[in-house]
């Protein structure tokens, strides 16, 4: 028997709950059953880190995918190593680090499946060197309701890329292999530095990015006048054994949290004054220039991490993540996004901003060359809507779109703006799932299967 | 499918020509709001709400409903789904009349048939409603019912009568979908100028329709279980329902 319950669904946001079967298949036949036994509205589910709906189906089918977790080892020659798609990144590194490995790209949390890395082709600090997570996968296994496909780069290349960021809309990602990256350390190597305003940020990123391979800057989009979009940039590399003093240990496994928000807070614990002066106190605690502070990989890649559930502390009404990306050309959509949130008084957690290199050939993949903005903006402030829909537009306008993975409130009218290669995608998905057996509240929302 | 903000892609209005129904569809229409459907009594007024909303982007179906018939209740529920494609987002329930009380008093039909309007066939239209939300594992009921349902006047008691006996009824229903994952909520009016209250006198703390509208709205984006228009009438109506009835009587409105 497949385990089988009824929940109450919604994504990292706390928002649009939705009811649907759970379903907990153990094996690429178990998920072709549960496909088949469904009536519709079928969809793969991780550890729920997407803000918004892409892991929900109401009245539909929901598979969880913690079941499908068996590991290979790595293998020393190639440091591939073949996973079942519910493994998290956490538990890969756990094994992963002290052999000397590490993931090849690593978004805020460890706290992701592979399934769902997949499905959102994520990106991390290092996207302007090393690209995006499907451009470490070797091959996947795929389970759709016309059957089971292995699928890579060089096998039907076509159902390969439009499982790229396709969210979980081509089908069930059941096992995928990964290339890892050798590592010497769980250091990595750190220089900070400190901007007072966001040209100067932004003017930094352009010249000096190339040379490092992570890059992240946060910034502030609550501060006011010329000091909006102040930011502190932290860029660095894994250490080398050398560059690591004698005692401190050389591969640690990633720690457990720390702390753990108990229960969802009070309404309105996060206003724009509290994330105001939140903003201020975690500006001024950054050092103003430093250079080849050794850092654990947790405390640089997952700092989140060291608290569980923290998305409670958003309170009842949840909140949502806006991530856009923009081309280089449009590098002024950055600053004016900034603005107009600050003028509108939208507030926003510190803000992260990223450059991204070359996107891939994924159909729905996120990530193409420009920057990215991702802001966390607390539920509460209806007029936020509004706001938002007016940076869509200029965002579309622009050749820039949002991040699926993180959407919760996009109009499906911008889509094919967005997403070109749309209608390529929803041929592919209509080749291996005539019957649309396969669909989310997201794919619903924005109408991505047409 | 609804967005973080709470915001539908789809409604069907049960009463489809009410006026401040019609101002929040309008509302709704502006935003996500691509699908409509309007059951309506009267199905070229129903047509006429209809082309105010197509004005604004909305794909709107109209489909007739005879609320004095309690046991049509079901199929007009049907076909308000499939006219949405299968699912909708938010059910907005607005069929009513005021009546005139004078002409109430000694009037048996007249008395039964505001009861069947007001509160027996929007009772049968939720009973039919609760398989189907909790089927599509997701939805959003919003009841009209009124100030008045609190306490009843000289002047209106059968309509405060009719509308006390769906909210207790919404309330109530709203606790059984509960665990579905349904959200139910009531929504409380005062006086609002409208063609309903046409000639009546305005008590305190009336508002216009596009006003109440705007309170509701917002209120649908809530998690409040009643939505009051204008809110401050929460707090007004927490102390008259205590107050003595011979003070009561003599109130305004």
Redesign the interface.
Known sequence: MIPSSQG?LTGW?N??????TIKRPRNASEVSEVIGSAAHHVIARGLGRSY??PAQ????TVIDNRGLGQRSIIDPDTGTITLGAGVSLDELLREAIPAGYFVPVTPGTRQVTLGGAIAADIHGKNHHVDGSFMDHIEALTLVTPSGTFTISPTQDSELFWATAGGMGLSGVIVEATLRLIPIETSSVLVDTERFEDIDALMDAMVTGDHHYRYSVAWVDCMAKGARLGRGVLTRGDHASADQVPLDKPRLQPPGSPKLAIPFTAPKGLLNKYSIAAFNEAWFRKAPKHKDGEVQSLSTFFHPLDGVSMWNRLHG???F?QYQFVVPDAASHIVPQAMALLSRRSVPSFLAVLKRFGKGNSGLLSFPTAGWTLALDIP?GA?H??AVLDELDELIAEAGGRIYLAKD??L?PHLIPTMYPKLEQFQAVCDRVDPGQKLGS?LS??LNLRG | ???????P?SVMVLGGTSEIALCVVSKLAM??CKKVVLAVRNTQAGEEVAETLRALGADVSVIAMESTKPETAAGTIAAGFEAAGG?LDLIVIAAAILGEQDDLDDDPGATAELFTINTTWPAAAMAALRPRLI????GHVAVFSSVAALRPRRSLYTYSASKAGLDTFTTGWAESVRD??IKVQIIRPGFVHSKMTTGKDAPPFSTDADQAAETIV?GL???SHVIWSPSILQWVFMMLVHVPQALWRKMPG
């Open positions: 109450t946001g928002t649009a709950p939705s009811r649907a918004g709906d189906s109401a009245g539909g009842p009404r949840g949502l539920l209806g936020a809507s919760s409130r109009s509240d619903r929302r | 499918m609804r967005d973080a903000f709470g915001q892609q935003a996500r699912h089927a599509q594992g997701s579905a994952g917002a984006a809530s998690n």
